[in-house]
């Protein structure tokens, strides 16, 4: 029969001891990390309204991902997206854009209390549009933060198929583009110059104002407006 080394098994018991207390502090930490981010998401949730008066960090920010309310507008009106606050946002944020949030606010010490989200309108109202989202926080100066992108990339012709809705002069451009092509490509039976010139500019002005008119009423029946008057509308328009 063995004898009991005591030594030994103060040792063991120090070992156990030891691992416990190791779990003990990961849990803590990980409950921290947990709470934490909780916390971040709570805050892009429920859309704070106000960024901190304070404006000292600013100047510790990457001025490449710092973005005035024009640049952002000009953005909006080409895509035709919405730039609103992270509450109207439908979806969940992915955690990695939540992570980031929690890097920059641990780097530079402060916390972020307002969020807007750039997207395309559907991402306000419908949960499982996956079209690119944007996150920003809002800064004290009136600039907004690149924080995150998710989603979807944008097709490279996006901006083409958005311009005629960017504004009146975007659609009449574009009318007219569409116009003079089918009067160029419409058959004609004239042979005198002036005769075909006239044909062609005839065609060119009814294709063109047609188009315009159908494009117009079109707009009031399904109570859509132009890029420029909703970038930053909470109606669905």
Known sequence: MQHIDLRQEMEQAQVEF???????????????????????SSRI????????????????LDP?????????????????????ESDLFKGDVPADAVREVKRLESSLGVQFSAFKILAPAERFHL????????????????QF??????????????????????????????SSLIGLMIAFLVPSQFEAIQAEFFFRFFMFSMTTCLIMTLAIISAIIYSKDFSENVWNSKFIR
């Not at 005035?68 to 909006?76: F, G, T």
Request: charged content about 25%; some cysteine; hydrophobic content about 40%.
């Open 64 to 84: 490449n991902r710092r973005f005035n309310l024009e640049a952002i507008e000009r953005i909006c009106t080409k895509f035709r997206l919405r730039f609103l």
């Open 18 to 40: 030891d691992q416990n207390n190791l779990l003990r502090a990961a849990k803590a930490i990980l409950n921290v990390e947990f709470n934490s981010e909780s916390n971040i």
């Open 45 to 60: 949730v429920e859309g704070g309204r106000r960024a901190s008066s304070n404006e000292a960090w600013i100047a510790h």
């Open 127 to 142: 949960k499982d549009s996956t079209k690119d989202p944007m996150l920003l926080a809002e800064l004290p100066n009136g």
């Open 145 to 174: 933060y690149y924080i995150f992108q998710w989603g979807d990339d944008m097709k490279w012709y996006q901006h083409l198929l958005k311009y005629p809705f960017r504004h009146i002069g975007a659609l009449a451009a574009s």
